[in-house]
């Protein structure tokens, strides 16, 4: 099954790793924030994010990996999942993509979803996602 929806991006919080290891300094600096959206559509409901990214604010080149802790529905199903994903960027556009639901993550009518999806900006600064996925 597919579906699609939009998001917003409600809150955008820079996080510090404490304890942690001794930091690394490379050409990108790496940084983490957590994250709340909201989702309308066929996809509908919330989500809380850790995000974390390797990036440079001079060339916009950078790469960034999120994971996703979802409550709301996809289309009539309700229910709770995680899904991670990941894209690159040379200073425009996304390259290098990935977008899985984690196995074993659902709950209520969403139990035993699997699958992926993807997350597109339009030109217009519209936010969308959709999943292809099998639940049982």
Avoid: C
Avoid at 15 to 43: D, H, I, N, Q, R
Avoid at 47 to 76: C, K
């Amino acid at each position: 099954m597919r579906t699609e929806g939009t998001f917003t991006v409600e809150s955008f919080t820079p996080a510090e790793l404490s304890p942690g290891p001794e930091p690394v300094t490379t050409g990108a600096p790496v940084g983490v924030a957590v994250m709340a959206k909201s989702y309308t559509g066929g996809v509908s409901g919330r989500s809380a994010t850790i995000f974390t990214a390797a990036y440079d604010q001079v060339t916009g080149a950078g790469t960034y990996v999120a994971m996703e802790s979802f409550d709301g529905a996809l289309d009539a199903a309700a229910g709770t999942f995680n899904f991670v994903h990941s894209a690159t960027t040379e200073g425009g556009g996304r390259a290098h993509e990935h977008f899985a639901i984690v196995p074993g993550s659902g709950t209520g009518e969403l139990q035993g979803i699997r699958g992926s999806g993807g997350l597109a900006v339009e030109d217009d600064g519209t936010h969308r996602v959709w999943f292809d996925y099998q639940l049982g």
